[in-house]
């Protein structure tokens, strides 16, 4: 069988071009993202706990208007039906932890920057395919769970429509919240490397920043709040705001500068790091 | 052709590779042996742009890898095994590097079949034995179809057909006049693969020469010899100039105890000579080159960061490094 490598490589001898494209790299990643099952396993997850938790939130809400327990003062019937997202972004960012930090932990990262040496264009191309798939799972969840969320309530005349101009800014923005948790999950997989450092420097960066901001003087805690990532972030998917809150889009803003600046980061130091 | 200059990498205080000046050319099987640690690991992340020299450069067909414009067709390696995502599959795997170089996916096909992996292409490579692991990584060191191949101790962990199939691949690519280029540590395995050897011991270099070279360097050669008076012969090589170790042993078919005369620094035509000259009856007389292995051991011993003590003889130790 060694004797035929001549042969089996003379079908590379035909015309190719010069360089890799940007196009080859993502193409190349785009495999990769759609070949581990964690990819389907963390998405099928996130569709789960958004469609279930706004569904079981939205009924016992239809249920409790019904039997006069609640009113409708004050309620949120978009917020409501989207409230599974909470859940969803632990998944969509670990999955954007490992979409990179996987690549460190079994070794092949070398075998991908031995292919393409450009490591910036890899990390850029990774990024757009890992942001694009969040995007577009993010979205259906996002207008599944409303779908569904407000055909419960609407049995007690509580639902909403995205006629509505408010609902349907947090609805698209569901999936944009989402693209940004996972933006999160990546830049920290990319800076740190390691999947257990990287999950929890997510973890602590979307929580725990929370509870470090309880130790602030009252003064300065009530300036920071409405900055911390879920806070910021959570505006966009809120049609009844809180006072001192952020507006929908700086909040969402705010929210993709955190995962922004740990993918600059890692950025400026892949070409710098040995791997 | 890979060249080396003055390549240096330092971690903290260590001095992983330490001004390392060399060339890896085609049609050859360059072997590159050290101990454990000694840099060749290090080495080859540079050649291939993992990690960067601390002094010095490496290059591949006269560029730093980084400006390759397709890595994959010009040199491909094995770096270290299951360097690859579990639950992927082969085919898989090998899809993700050969779109990222342009290369179409019926070439991802033929290298399965290459290596001997047809059948399990749609396996999760997670499953696989570390033999198959090996042939993976080779499958996808040759996708591109380089002029050059570099692998890290390729034959770990390998059964001796697996051993035998990839010291056989190497030996032909070389022959379709590519330049391979293989780590190992162990000399044994060198000695049948190689052509020309680059030792390393502690990030230096210490010899950069064809196998032949490389034993006549070694200083352990002797000529066996057998008599019937070993104790006058004795005193007339030594008298001559000559260093003579003797070891006793028993012939079973005789019974009797004879010796057996380790003669160092005389060629054995002049033992034949002396021993005529002075009437003794010589039963053998066998020139011993040093073994490749021995020659190794010589070149890497004051290099090896750990070694057990042994009790040294003068007769050369055979069993190490196997």
């Not at chain 1, 942001?131 to 007690?156: C, P, R």
């Amino acid at each position: 069988m060694a004797m035929t490598v001549a042969t089996a490589g003379n079908e590379l001898h035909e015309p190719q071009p010069q360089t890799i494209g940007f196009g080859n790299v993502l193409h190349s990643e785009w495999t990769k993202l759609r070949t581990v099952r964690s990819t389907y396993w963390t998405a099928g997850i996130a569709l789960l706990a958004s469609i279930a938790l706004g569904a079981l939130i939205c009924a016992r809400t239809a249920y409790n208007i019904k039997h006069g327990r609640q009113s409708l003062d004050g309620f949120d019937a978009t917020l409501a039906s989207l409230d599974g997202l909470y859940i969803a972004q632990v998944a969509i960012g670990a999955l954007g932890v490992l979409s990179i930090s996987s690549e460190y932990g079994t070794g092949m990262i070398r075998a991908t920057l031995a292919t393409v040496p450009q490591r910036r264009a890899m990390l850029a191309a990774k990024l757009l395919v890992f942001g694009l798939a969040t995007l577009v799972a993010g979205e259906i969840m996002s207008f599944a769970a409303f779908a569904i969320g407000q055909h419960l309530l609407a049995s007690a005349h509580a639902g909403v429509s995205l006629h509505q101009a408010a609902a349907l800014r947090a609805t698209v923005g569901g999936g944009l919240y989402l693209t940004a948790v996972g933006l999160l999950g990546f830049g920290m997989g990319a800076l740190v490397r390691n999947t257990a450092g990287a999950l929890s420097a997510f973890f602590g960066t979307l929580f725990a920043l929370t509870a470090v901001d309880d130790l602030l003087p009252t003064n300065l805690r009530n300036d920071i709040i409405p900055y911390l990532p879920a806070n910021a972030g959570s505006q966009i998917i809120t049609v009844v705001h809180t006072a001192g809150a952020l507006s929908p889009w700086t909040g969402l803003g705010v929210l993709a500068m955190y995962g922004v600046t740990a993918t600059v980061a890692a950025t400026l130091l892949i070409t710098r790091r040995d791997v | 052709m890979i060249e080396a200059t003055d390549l240096t990498k330092r971690f903290g205080s260590t001095l992983a590779v330490d001004g390392l000046n060399f060339t890896v050319r085609p049609g050859y099987v360059t072997g590159f042996l050290g101990p454990n640690g000694a840099g060749k690991s290090t080495t080859m992340r540079m050649i291939l742009g993992l990690d960067s020299p601390t002094r010095g450069s490496v290059t591949v067909n006269g560029k730093p890898y980084g400006q390759l414009r397709r890595p994959l067709h010009q040199i491909g390696a094995v770096l270290e095994v299951r360097a690859m995502h579990g639950g992927r599959t082969a085919y898989h795997h090998l899809l993700c590097l050969a779109q990222a170089s342009g290369i179409p996916s019926r070439r991802v096909n033929a290298v399965l079949e290459l290596v001997g992996l047809e059948n399990v292409g749609h396996k999760r490579v997670g499953k696989f034995s570390l033999g198959m692991s090996q042939r993976l990584g080779l499958a996808a060191a040759l996708l591109g179809d380089p002029a050059i191949l570099i692998c890290d101790e390729p034959v770990n962990g390998l059964d001796p057909d697996g051993i035998l199939w990839i010291r056989t691949l190497l030996r032909n690519l070389a022959s379709e006049g590519r330049a391979v280029f293989v780590s190992s540590h162990l000399m044994s395995e060198m000695a049948l693969t190689a052509d020309h050897l680059i030792v390393i011991g502690q990030g230096k270099l210490l010899a950069d020469a064809s196998i032949s070279e490389v034993i006549g360097s070694g200083s352990r050669k002797y000529v066996l010899v057998r008599s019937r008076d070993p104790h006058r012969l004795t005193s007339v090589l030594t008298g001559a100039g000559a260093t003579v170790n003797s070891t006793s042993n028993v012939d079973s078919s005789t019974i009797v105890e004879e010796q057996t005369l380790h003669v160092t620094g005389m060629g054995h035509d002049t033992i034949g000579d002396l021993a005529a000259r002075h009437g003794i009856a010589v039963l053998e007389l066998t020139p011993h080159n040093a073994s490749l292995e021995d020659a190794y051991m010589e070149l890497t011993h004051r290099f090896v960061d750990f070694h057990a003590r042994a009790d040294t003889t003068q007769t050369p130790a055979s069993e190490s490094g196997i």
